[in-house]
């Protein structure tokens, strides 16, 4: 009788790594809605310009508190069932956006957004690397490119209704919770001899610091970059087209990273991101608003800001145990940078004119690389 004959198989991908994936795709659906929104939710609010922005307080204040809940129970519970959990709360608060139409219930529905939507990113996030250790870095950079897609997508629902738009947030929402009831959920790790196993306050503080400053640099740059275009004379469709062009960058940036996340250690990655947003930062300062400037510095700010939040937590499961408690003090420090900076930069430009941005993306890309330096000094390198 002849000998079976060997074959060569790949390594699946695990079924938890997969409905972390469509669930990130959902959560950048569904949290990327309201600017989309806002428009029509300003015309049946009557809310002035000035005051429907308060309802982008109201999801970043739930990303907040919720991330500090949400840390805590992965670590004490199922983590799939508070994952789905999170995912139906977050339908629920998705369908109650069209049956109201004044600020403060609003307010209180995006509050609940935020926080349901940060209950599924501290899930995934932390329940990855537990389920792919050290190996995570495409499969997490995979992640939050889905997060990027999901995102993509929330204009063109909204442009079919914001009523339809919700429903199909809240459907996919409810099928993913469903398939999180159904697939085993991954255990903690425990702490190898390279990790520190139980981290200090200071140094969670001080890795929080660098998700602080990143947030408030790719946010800050994404959401006053049109306003900046329009100031030094861009033509609508121009700047249309410029705040394309980041985002398109952004994406590629992601895929970059996935495809060679097996070739170089996190910490290579890191440095390389870190002074190439310094780069597009110092093009746009000395650039002044000179057209090939603005173009080539918004490119290379989408380029290299986008990896640097899922290879910052593929660095630290290296180097730290990566617990639910851990991660809500990076999202929850996330959340305050995208509640504080945008607002900080507004102030800004609106006492200083709009090279306040370029200035503030300087001090912010210095001050992001300069925490990961000092991470990586307490760290050991």
């Known amino acids: 009788m002849a000998a079976p004959a060997e074959v060569e198989t790949r390594q699946s991908i695990p079924a938890p790594v997969v409905l972390y994936w469509f669930a990130f795709l959902t959560v950048g659906l569904s949290v990327s809605l309201l600017g989309p929104s806002l428009s029509e939710l300003r015309d049946r609010s009557g809310a002035d310009i000035g005051s429907i922005g308060i309802l982008f307080v109201g999801q970043a204040a739930g990303h907040i508190c919720g991330a500090i809940v949400a840390g805590r129970l992965y670590d004490r519970f199922v983590g799939h069932r508070v994952f789905a959990g999170s995912l139906f709360v977050l339908a629920v608060a998705m369908l109650s956006v069209p049956l109201f139409d004044t600020l403060p219930p609003l307010f209180a529905v995006f509050f609940v957004i935020g926080a349901g939507a940060v209950g599924v990113d501290a899930g995934a996030n932390t329940m990855l690397l537990w ?3 050290p190996d995570n870095g495409r499969a997490m950079n995979v992640l939050h490119l889905c997060f990027g897609l999901g995102a ?6 909204v442009y079919g209704g914001v009523n339809l738009a919700t429903r199909v947030a809240a459907m996919t929402c409810v099928v993913t919770g469903v398939i999180a009831l159904r697939v085993r959920s991954p255990l903690a790790r425990i702490p190898t001899e390279d990790q520190d196993a139980s981290p200090r306050l200071g140094l969670l503080a001080l890795i929080a610091s660098f998700f602080l400053l990143y947030v408030g640099l790719e946010i800050g740059f994404a959401g006053w970059i049109p306003t900046y275009a ?5 033509s609508s469709s121009r700047v249309a087209w410029l705040t ?8 590629c940036g992601r895929l970059l ?3 060679i996340a097996h070739r170089f250690r996190p910490k290579a990655i890191l440095i390389g991101a870190s002074a190439l947003t310094v780069v597009a930062a110092s093009i746009l300062i000395v650039g002044d608003g000179a057209t090939a400037a ?3 510095g918004t490119a290379m700010m989408g380029l290299a800001t986008a990896p640097q939040f899922p290879v910052m937590l593929s660095y630290l499961e290296r180097r730290i145990h990566m617990t639910g408690y851990a991660t809500s003090w990076f999202l929850g420090s996330a959340g305050v940078g995208l509640l504080v900076f945008p ?3 507004g102030r800004w430009i609106d006492t200083s004119g709009v090279a306040a941005l370029t200035w503030s993306m300087g001090i912010l890309a210095i001050g992001a690389s300069a925490a990961f330096a000092l991470i990586d000094r307490r760290l050991g390198g």
Do not use: D, N
Request: aromatic residues 20%.
């Open 294 to 296: 603005v173009w080539l």
């Open 343 to 345: 607002w900080l930069i």
């Open 257 to 259: 990273a996935s495809a």
């Open 230 to 234: 329009e100031e030094i004379g861009f």
């Open 152 to 157: 993509l997508a929330a204009p063109l629902l």
């Open 131 to 133: 389920e792919m250790g």
């Open 244 to 251: 394309a062009v980041f985002w398109i960058s952004f994406t």
